[in-house]
């Protein structure tokens, strides 16, 4: 059965790692990822934007284990992605091609929870795809979109 | 699954005449139908049998259902997929991810056997044979051409689909499955020539791979197969570090990451 499934920014990632006191829902959604009841979707993208410069390979490999864990499912910068990023541009829903990568990684594969800390340049993407894309803080609130 | 999934599917012959030979033909292609989509839905479990549950012989229709309770709902994916074949229009978007190549070949092959002089003309399938169908679709001979059409529709990218592998067949043709972690599809990869290619696909079954090449794709972006270049696996060191919560507490130091993040994609 699809489980529940939700994207995250690498901002999220990052607050995560880092520790940052509002990162600290992400570890009741990860707690319930690792029990299997949800997927944390993750752009390509991120894979190169959480990334500690000069870093010891030590936090290398931990950046590795985070994304090679079987609940985070990573989402290719495609053809159909990259489209829709450009589409999301082009209507002005988002001011960087970037940033409109991660969310046309959610809409194109119908998820619809993106959770992110920047909530200003994602605002006007919220609604977006179908199921409409709900933009928020990362919070375990007991549920999460459906992965179709 | 629900409890009472099932599956109903009327027989239409030319002068309201069905001949066996087209009903165990219809039969048959249904069947294998119904087991290709269950296979793909239950992620490569072995399909359980399914049974007869009414006949009735008017226009022959007949409710087949799983002889057990599976957690696997076959019956919408198959009613969905029919639907979105049978549409009119461009390259269905709707076809789910769990309707795969073999389902699509399944049903081309029970649209040969519709519209034969003297044969069968259409079928109708609905869904709760026992009560009130729901979801009726209806095929003629068009959805041959309709399947001929999602089946040449597509691109090809270079990429990498990320996923468990399974299922390596040897003979008819050399190829293993990966099980697409985004869309859930299986995704086909013939095994290149040589006893190389061969044992490293061996050695990766069950586990979670990256496997990189060319990626056909059906025009819905479904992955459809990969040729493959390169494997390796997605595969977690016990030892290794564990990215917890405060793992890197330096990763990007003092700055905020939601201005990193801006000032990376300036």
């Known amino acids: 059965m699809p489980k529940p499934r939700r994207l995250w920014c690498s901002c999220v990632i990052i607050d995560y790692l880092k520790g940052a006191p509002r990162a600290k829902p992400c570890e009741e959604i990860i707690d319930h990822g690792t029990k299997g009841e949800l997927e944390i979707a993750v752009s390509m993208l991120a894979h190169a934007e959480v990334v500690k410069v000069g870093g010891s390979s030590s936090d290398e490999a931990m950046i590795q284990e985070f994304f090679s864990r079987p609940y985070v499912v990573s989402i290719q910068v495609d053809r159909r992605v990259a489209e829709e990023a450009r589409r999301l541009v082009r209507l002005g829903l988002m001011k960087k091609p970037l940033d409109a990568v991660h969310a046309a990684s959610a809409t194109i594969h119908r998820i619809s929870v993106l959770e992110t800390y920047n909530l200003k340049d994602f605002a006007e993407v919220a609604g977006q795809g179908s199921p409409a894309l709900v933009v928020r803080e990362p919070i375990w609130d007991g549920q999460g979109s459906l992965a179709i | ?266």
């Open chain 2, 1 to 266: 699954m629900p409890d009472d999934e099932s599956l109903t599917f009327v027989l239409h012959g030319e002068n309201d005449i069905v001949p066996v030979d087209a009903l165990v033909d219809a039969v048959k292609r249904i069947a294998k139908l119904v087991y290709d989509v269950q296979y793909v839905a239950g992620r490569g479990l072995k399909p359980r049998p399914w049974v007869i549950v009414r006949l009735s012989s008017s226009s022959p229709s007949i409710t087949i259902r799983p002889a057990v309770k599976s957690t696997v709902a076959t019956v919408p994916i198959v009613l969905e997929g029919l639907r979105a074949v049978a549409s009119e229009g461009e390259m269905p978007a709707e076809l789910p991810a769990m309707f795969g190549e073999d389902a699509l070949v399944d049903l081309r092959r029970i649209g040969q056997g519709l519209s034969k002089r003297g044969g069968l003309t259409d079928i109708t399938f609905s869904a709760n044979g026992d009560s009130t169908p729901t979801e009726v679709t209806r095929i003629d001979q068009r959805i041959r051409e309709r399947v001929d059409s999602v089946l040449r529709s597509g691109y090809t990218e270079h990429g990498s689909i990320e996923g468990r592998v399974d299922a390596i067949q040897t003979h008819r043709g050399r190829w293993f499955t990966v099980w697409d972690d985004v869309t859930g599809a299986p995704v086909r990869c013939p095994i290149p020539e040589g006893r190389f290619w061969l044992e490293r696909a061996k050695a990766a079954l069950t586990t979670r791979q990256v496997v990189s090449g060319q990626i056909r794709y059906f025009g819905n972006g479904l992955p459809r197969s990969i040729t493959v270049e390169e494997m390796k696996p997605l595969a977690q060191d016990a030892q290794g570090p564990k990215a917890t919560f405060g793992g890197i507490p330096d990763i990007i130091g003092d700055e905020d990451s939601v201005e990193y993040i801006r000032r990376l994609h300036e």
